[in-house]
Structures are given as structure tokens and as C-alpha cells.
């Protein structure tokens, strides 16, 4: 069973920067793709961003150019660098696992609070 802990949340003002990491036990995130997600309230979790195994990235619209997905897999963790924050990417940031092929899996991380203030 795959465990993910994510960290590095926090609250920053807008136009600053905040970097989270998510550690995986288990053996198998090396084969996995891995994704970011946020979730505001009254809102569904929305993916940000995700990484294949083999390094590929994607992200959502509304973070290209400010947001970067990378990956250490001799240290089971995959990263989200948020740079040029603002209001509007307040909220709950998640982990989720994904299958080799990218699909999601029901695996995620309790979450970390990111808050941007103004």
C-alpha cells in the first residue's frame, strides 16, 4: 500500500513563492506518474499538474509558466515549484497517484494548505 505525505504549504504573498514536496513509500513510484491537485471550497479537486514516470509533464492552463512538476525518484518525491502566486491559487494541494499509463488511482496525500495573501 502506497503511502504519500506532502508538505511545504504555508501562506505567502502574492507574487512570492512556495515549493511542495510529496514522499511516496512503497517501491512502485518509480513506475508511477504522479499528479498535484487543488481544491477550494464549494469547488471539485482540479489537477495542476502531473508527471509521467518517464519525466513528462503537464500542466493546467492557469499555471503554465508559474508552476514546474519535477521528480526525484531515488527519493520517492515529486515537487510542485509554484513561482508568481496569486489569490487565485489559494487552496488545499494534494498528491494523487497514477498508473504507469497516467491514469488516476484512488491514492492521495492528506493534502497541504497553501494560502496567498495580497
Known amino acids: 500500500q502506497v503511502q504519500l505525505v506532502e508538505s511545504g504549504g504555508g501562506l505567502v504573498q502574492a507574487g512570492g513563492s512556495l515549493t511542495l514536496s510529496c514522499v511516496a513509500s512503497?517501491?512502485?513510484?518509480?513506475?508511477?506518474?504522479m499528479g498535484w491537485y487543488r481544491q477550494v471550497p464549494g469547488k471539485q479537486r482540479e489537477l495542476v499538474a502531473s508527471i509521467t514516470s518517464g519525466g513528462s509533464t503537464n500542466c493546467a492552463d492557469s499555471v503554465k509558466g508559474r508552476f514546474t512538476i519535477s521528480r526525484d525518484n531515488t527519493k520517492n518525491t515529486v515537487y510542485l515549484q509554484m513561482n508568481s502566486l496569486k489569490l487565485e491559487d489559494t487552496g488545499v494541494y494534494y498528491c494523487?497517484?497514477?498508473?504507469?499509463?497516467?491514469?488516476?488511482?484512488?491514492?492521495w496525500g492528506q493534502g497541504t494548505q497553501v494560502t496567498v495573501s495580497s
Open positions: 494523487r497517484l497514477l498508473t504507469p499509463a497516467g491514469a488516476p488511482t484512488t491514492t
Open positions: 512503497g517501491r512502485i513510484f518509480s513506475i508511477s506518474g
